[in-house]
């Protein structure tokens, strides 16, 4: 069975240098994406349904194709991009994201949403399937618990 680990393909992209800020060339990526509102803090972000409803879906990917392909991938970490939001001074809009290999097609990504509301446990937000194309970002490390995020944005 082939296994898939993208940490170790893509180690800049995820082992970056905590003391660094540093210029990255992200390849073109897959991506399970969903979306949400609400205060910038990770903890109230898993409160809701958007991060359950994701990981139900990336859960159900792997399933299939470990079962389908023999082809078994790593978990990826969540990627969260937050934005403010203009007219609400403690709101924030957020994007997550979760790595998934090229071999997951749109039809597996069907088939997986299908499936989970055939056994009820389906997905109550939109997630969708997103492929990103090759681009510069900034990158900043942030090693050690949630409270303590604010110094990395610093």
């Not at 970056?16 to 969903?34: A, C, D, F, K, R």
């Not at 446990?121 to 995020?149: F, S, W």
Request: glycine share 4%; net charge positive.
């Amino acid at each position: 069975m082939e296994v898939y680990d993208y940490r170790k393909i893509y180690k800049n992209l995820y082992r970056g240098n905590p003391q660094l800020i540093e210029i990255v060339e992200v390849p073109s990526l897959h991506y399970v994406v969903t979306k949400g509102k609400g205060q910038r803090n990770v903890y109230s972000i898993h409160e809701g349904e958007g991060l359950w409803s994701l990981s139900r879906v990336v859960n159900r990917l792997k399933d299939m194709s470990k079962n389908n392909s023999q082809k078994k991938f790593n978990l990826m970490p969540l990627v969260i991009i937050w934005s403010k939001v203009e007219t609400e001074a403690s709101d924030w809009t957020w994007t997550a994201y979760m790595q998934l290999p090229e071999f997951i097609t749109s039809d597996m990504f069907t088939q997986a949403l299908l499936e989970l509301e055939r056994r009820n446990r389906n997905v109550k937000v939109p997630v969708r399937l997103e492929i990103y194309d090759q681009q510069l970002a900034v990158q900043a490390t942030h090693l050690g618990p949630y409270n303590q995020i604010n110094e990395t944005y610093k």
